[in-house]
């Protein structure tokens, strides 16, 4: 039998971030049904016409703001607390522990959740991601006339599925964090139900991400058949105990690497990743992009390096080297000829899924530390980069198409330059900081050993310049396509200029001082 | 291992093979939807009943049972998110086909 405390009560405090969100969620239900209550003129369902301006939202993006705030603030308090108390992790809770031995020695002893500093900081970048999601829905739901109350309960429920990915080492957990990330999301992708584009990706993501989620629990139900428990630290000391690994054990983990290999878009589980991204509402996108990438990695670089390292590396290296080979072939192929820039940054989405694989298959602390580090450079360049399309798209469309740039660079240079440097940074040009991410990576992997993936990988990332190139072209030198009309954005919102500028300045300052993040990324020890 | 307990096992692998070529031959959402609900609960069952085979002396452990309670709560969630999605889309169309769901593609 498995020895375990039920629930550590005086380690409760290190799940703060996630009480202060779910507490943000009650409130944010509860002003509704005030406002819903008390506002004479406004019925529940036809906000648009009593309020031509979209006010009623401001009371639910402050109450966001103050939460995200809160919790962002609660994540340095404990961050501090973890580097006055000296170790790894500031508490474990759910604790199991294997059988004692013959001196009463545990074999094993770990929590379902570690709080270390690699999961505060995946929690940080969650908030941030929260923060300026939030900021940008609110120009893009005015210009949309699109007055859904409702969506900031699901942003920020969905951030705390991020959380608890980042600090979870439990494969039941992971199971119920992936859902809880996935569930808002499915609803927020069909947001704008007048647009039967999104509509029609809601479903698809629904469909394809309750099928991964169908792969992921049955998985585990065979890995629990053969370990016994669903714990990391569990199945990692079953594989250096047992050195003839059972076959109920391999298929149970390949099925579990199919589920998440869904979520995280790999080839060839990628087929959703351009119709959900192109038909989502594009702030919602540019959620997806960054935020379900950061906590899906976060949780398969714990499942790697917490229980995977007790299997012989050719039972999953070289699988999921495929994968990440025909992950960055794949993406880079489609993207090449894409007219839709959103379907092209889904295409580089996948392209970045394979770069990030790379570091997956190389594994150990570092490569978790690499990962934390083009997360951060990725996450800037793609919020902002998908905020710009929101802005400049018309707002029947929803979408910017390559033929709609030109001159572009004339009548807006400001947000011509900020699209151009956001998208050269996801390149990974040097002195931006998707540069910094790519060269950790491939030093992590190169240290590994895997010299010719590394190789593959460069050499793709060169290919990749071919399409990020195609904005600056259709910005700056595109002659006009007879019968497209020019774009006419306007002015741009307070809440675009600030993602804006943040963005792009925070690319160019990691580019030209990558030591603030380098520093930053190499702080976030996991718990091993 | 008792009959029981490797029926069940066998039961449970039958369901979520089902549930697999289910979602990949069917074209209508509520169908595939159901599939993927046969492949959830092909991992409850085999939960239980490798929960049995586990600690067949000891009535106490019940971990695998308690996973398929969860495993019911988020499918639970599912279902009500899914088929909101699927009736939404239904109020503009009469019929829902998947195939007929490709305007993204064109």
Same mark, same amino acid.
């Given at each position: 039998?498995?020895?375990?405390?039920?629930?550590?009560?005086?380690?409760?405090?290190?799940?703060?971030?996630?009480? *202060?969100?779910?507490?943000?969620?009650?409130?944010?239900?509860?002003?509704?049904?005030?406002?819903?209550?008390?506002?004479?003129?406004?019925?529940?369902?036809?906000?648009?016409?009593?309020?031509?301006?979209?006010?009623?939202?401001?009371?639910?993006?402050?109450?966001?703001?103050? =939460?995200?705030?809160?919790?962002?603030?609660?994540?340095?308090?404990?961050?501090?607390?973890?580097?006055?108390?000296?170790?790894?992790?500031?508490?474990?809770?759910?604790?199991?522990?294997?059988?004692?031995?013959?001196?009463?020695?545990?074999?094993?002893?770990?929590? /379902?959740?570690?709080?270390?500093?690699?999961?505060?900081?995946?929690?940080?970048?969650?908030?941030?991601?929260?923060?300026?999601?939030?900021?940008?829905?609110?120009?893009?739901? %005015?210009?949309?006339?699109?007055?859904?109350?409702?969506?900031?309960?699901?942003?920020?429920?969905?951030? *705390?599925?991020?959380?608890?990915?980042?600090?979870?080492?439990?494969? #039941?957990?992971?199971?119920?964090?992936?859902?809880?990330?996935?569930?808002?999301?499915?609803?927020?992708?069909?947001?704008?139900?007048?647009?039967? /584009?999104?509509?029609?990706?809601?479903? +698809?993501?629904?469909?394809?991400?309750?099928?991964?989620?169908?792969?992921?629990?049955?998985?585990?139900?065979?890995?629990?058949?053969?370990?016994?428990?669903?714990?990391?630290?569990?199945?990692?000391?079953?594989?250096?105990?047992?050195?003839?690994?059972?076959?109920?054990? #391999?298929?149970?983990?390949?099925?579990?690497?199919?589920?998440?290999?869904?979520?995280?878009?790999?080839?060839?589980?990628?087929?959703?990743?351009?119709?959900?991204?192109?038909?989502?509402?594009?702030?919602?996108?540019?959620?997806?992009?960054?935020?379900? +990438?950061?906590?899906?990695?976060?949780?398969?670089?714990?499942?790697?390096?917490?229980?995977?390292?007790?299997?012989?590396? %050719?039972?999953?290296?070289?699988?999921?080297?495929?994968?990440?080979?025909?992950?960055? *072939?794949?993406?880079?192929?489609?993207?090449?000829?894409?007219?839709?820039?959103?379907?092209?940054?889904?295409?580089?989405?996948?392209?970045?899924?394979?770069?990030?694989?790379?570091?997956?298959?190389?594994?150990?602390?570092?490569?978790?530390?690499?990962?934390?580090?083009?997360?951060?450079?990725?996450? *800037?360049?793609?919020?902002? /980069?998908?905020?710009?399309?929101?802005?400049?798209?018309?707002?029947?469309?929803?979408?910017?198409?390559?033929?709609?740039?030109?001159?572009?660079?004339?009548?807006?240079?400001?947000?011509?330059?900020?699209?151009?440097?956001?998208?050269?940074?996801?390149?990974?040009?040097?002195?931006?900081?998707?540069?910094?991410? +790519?060269?950790?990576?491939?030093?992590?992997?190169?240290? /590994?050993?895997?010299?010719?993936?590394?190789?593959?990988?460069?050499?793709?990332?060169?290919?990749?310049?071919?399409?990020?190139?195609?904005?600056?072209?259709?910005?700056?030198? %595109?002659?006009?396509?007879? =019968?497209?009309?020019?774009?006419?954005?306007?002015?741009?919102?307070?809440?675009?200029?600030?993602?804006?500028?943040?963005?792009?300045?925070?690319?160019?300052?990691?580019?030209?001082?990558?030591?603030?993040?380098?520093?930053?990324?190499?702080?976030?020890?996991?718990? %091993? | 291992?008792?009959?029981?307990?490797?029926?069940?096992?066998?039961?449970?692998?039958?369901?979520?093979?089902?549930?697999?070529?289910?979602? $990949?031959?069917? &074209?209508?959402?509520? $169908?595939?939807?159901?599939?993927?609900?046969? $492949?959830?609960?092909?991992?409850?069952?085999?939960?239980?009943?490798?929960?049995?085979?586990?600690?067949?002396?000891?009535?106490?452990?019940?971990?695998?049972?308690?996973?398929?309670? $969860?495993?019911?709560?988020?499918?639970?969630?599912?279902?009500?998110?899914?088929?909101?999605?699927?009736?939404?889309?239904?109020? &503009? &169309?009469?019929?829902?086909?998947?195939?007929?769901?490709?305007?993204? &593609?064109?």
């Amino acid at each position: 039998m498995i020895d375990r405390d039920v629930i550590g009560y005086d380690q409760i405090y290190a799940l703060g971030p996630v009480i *202060i969100l779910t507490l943000t969620v009650l409130v944010l239900i509860l002003a509704d049904c005030i406002w819903r209550a008390f506002s004479r003129h406004v019925k529940p369902g036809d906000v648009e016409h009593d309020d031509p301006a979209g006010m009623g939202l401001m009371p639910n993006l402050v109450i966001t703001l103050i =939460g995200a705030t809160a919790a962002i603030a609660d994540i340095f308090y404990l961050l501090g607390r973890l580097r006055a108390g000296g170790g790894t992790a500031l508490a474990e809770l759910f604790i199991a522990r294997g059988f004692p031995d013959a001196t009463g020695r545990h074999a094993w002893e770990a929590g /379902a959740l570690a709080i270390d500093s690699f999961g505060l900081y995946v929690a940080l970048l969650g908030c941030l991601i929260l923060i300026a999601v939030s900021l940008i829905m609110l120009p893009y739901l %005015q210009s949309r006339r699109l007055f859904r109350a409702e969506l900031f309960q699901l942003l920020v429920l969905s951030t *705390i599925g991020m959380l608890l990915l980042g600090f979870s080492r439990d494969l #039941l957990n992971t199971f119920i964090a992936i859902e809880l990330l996935s569930l808002p999301l499915y609803v927020l992708c069909g947001l704008s139900d007048k647009s039967s /584009a999104s509509r029609e990706s809601s479903l +698809k993501y629904f469909l394809l991400g309750a099928f991964a989620s169908g792969f992921l629990i049955y998985g585990a139900s065979l890995v629990y058949g053969a370990v016994g428990h669903l714990n990391y630290k569990a199945i990692a000391f079953y594989l250096s105990s047992n050195p003839d690994v059972s076959n109920v054990l #391999l298929a149970g983990l390949s099925l579990v690497g199919v589920g998440i290999a869904f979520k995280l878009a790999l080839v060839p589980f990628h087929a959703w990743v351009p119709d959900v991204y192109q038909g989502a509402p594009t702030p919602v996108t540019a959620f997806m992009a960054s935020g379900v +990438k950061v906590a899906m990695f976060a949780a398969a670089i714990r499942l790697v390096n917490d229980s995977l390292v007790g299997l012989d590396a %050719q039972y999953w290296r070289d699988a999921l080297a495929v994968f990440a080979i025909l992950s960055m *072939i794949i993406g880079n192929l489609f993207a090449l000829h894409q007219s839709s820039v959103k379907r092209l940054l889904a295409y580089s989405a996948i392209t970045h899924t394979g770069y990030l694989a790379v570091a997956l298959c190389a594994g150990g602390p570092a490569a978790a530390q690499s990962l934390l580090i083009y997360l951060a450079a990725y996450c *800037i360049a793609s919020i902002g /980069a998908f905020m710009l399309v929101a802005y400049l798209s018309r707002p029947g469309q929803d979408d910017v198409y390559f033929d709609e740039l030109h001159d572009l660079s004339q009548r807006y240079p400001a947000a011509s330059a900020a699209l151009a440097i956001l998208v050269l940074s996801m390149g990974g040009l040097p002195m931006t900081a998707g540069f910094i991410g +790519k060269l950790l990576v491939f030093r992590d992997a190169w240290a /590994a050993g895997l010299h010719g993936l590394v190789i593959f990988a460069v050499l793709n990332s060169v290919v990749s310049f071919y399409f990020y190139l195609r904005f600056l072209r259709a910005m700056y030198m %595109q002659p006009r396509v007879p =019968g497209t009309a020019p774009l006419e954005a306007g002015s741009m919102p307070a809440a675009y200029a600030i993602t804006a500028v943040v963005s792009v300045v925070l690319t160019i300052l990691f580019g030209v001082l990558p030591q603030l993040l380098v520093e930053w990324g190499n702080s976030g020890v996991m718990l %091993q | 291992m008792i009959p029981l307990v490797s029926n069940s096992l066998i039961l449970s692998a039958v369901l979520f093979t089902i549930g697999v070529v289910g979602v $990949m031959i069917h &074209r209508h959402p509520v $169908m595939i939807f159901m599939c993927v609900e046969l $492949m959830l609960n092909a991992a409850n069952l085999s939960l239980v009943a490798f929960n049995k085979q586990h600690y067949a002396e000891n009535w106490h452990a019940v971990d695998g049972q308690v996973y398929a309670f $969860m495993v019911i709560a988020i499918a639970a969630a599912e279902v009500a998110v899914g088929l909101a999605i699927i009736v939404s889309l239904f109020k &503009r &169309r009469a019929r829902v086909d998947v195939d007929e769901v490709n305007q993204l &593609r064109n």
